[in-house]
């Protein structure tokens, strides 16, 4: 199965709004971290103390997601549909290929065409198909 990782920076304050729309259509797992960062939004001038300071970096939200290759489309309409406010800051969305593991199985799904090789024997393939490697 071919897996793309979809990572969306999104506003705090919209992660409800995705997380709703996402189940709604029975997208449920991700992984949610706090980060830091600046794009087109830049910095901001706060009065702090009697002083002014310059906050260039916006707390956001990534969203780090696994989905199948046919999903891919659906759930970046989702995320821009749920996440959008129309100002800038609104996020940036990444979509990379992936290869995979079960922590639990053991099982790493490998997708290099040119050579393959197993872990266990250290032989390459002669499948050209997804290669399961038990570890």
Known sequence: MI?????????PERLDVVKKALAEKGF???T??????RGEQKGIKLQYRG????????PKLKIEMYITDKNVGSVIKIICDAARTGKFGDGRIFVTPEKSG???????DIYDSDIKETAATGKPSEDKETLLIKT
């Open 102 to 108: 079960g922590v639990r199985t053991g099982a790493v």
């Open 3 to 11: 897996l793309k990782k979809i990572e969306a920076i999104i506003r």
């Open 51 to 58: 002083g002014t300071m310059e906050v260039d970096r916006h």
């Open 28 to 30: 449920v797992a991700m």
């Open 32 to 37: 949610v971290s706090e980060v830091l960062g």
